[in-house]
């Protein structure tokens, strides 16, 4: 079991800037690919960005390239989401995801979600 709790969320005037933190715990962190995604009231979930179990590899969805950078600290069992650049669009909840054996923007395949952190950007 791998326990996950993002921080970091708030309110931001567009143009400005966040970063989400997601720390986990449990069983051993770098074992697991991450993921953020995002939901905003009555759309899917949605994929965001992710990162491999090194931090070796990443990618970001289209719609947050070159805005949103992902990492991770595996000393610290932390990935982050630095996110620029924000845009009333960006609203959402943002959760963090863990997967043993995945690597993709699906998120059906995440074995373990934090419960959310609220990103609201104001025009």
């Known amino acids: 079991q791998v326990s996950l709790v993002e921080s970091g969320g708030g309110l931001v005037q567009a143009g400005g800037s966040l970063r989400l933190s997601c720390t986990a715990s449990g069983r051993t962190f770098s074992n697991y690919n991450m993921g953020w995604f995002r939901q905003a009231p009555g759309a899917e979930r949605e994929f965001v960005a992710r990162?491999?179990?090194?931090?070796?590899?990443?990618a970001t969805a289209d719609s947050v390239k070159g805005r949103f950078t992902i990492s991770r600290d595996n000393v610290k069992n932390t990935v982050y989401l630095q996110m620029n650049s924000l845009q009333p669009e960006d609203t959402a909840v943002y959760y963090c995801a863990a997967a043993a054996n995945y690597y993709g923007g699906r998120a059906a395949s995440y074995d373990y979600w934090g419960q959310g952190t609220q990103v609201t950007v104001s025009s």
């Open positions: 990162i491999s179990y090194r931090g070796a590899t990443f």
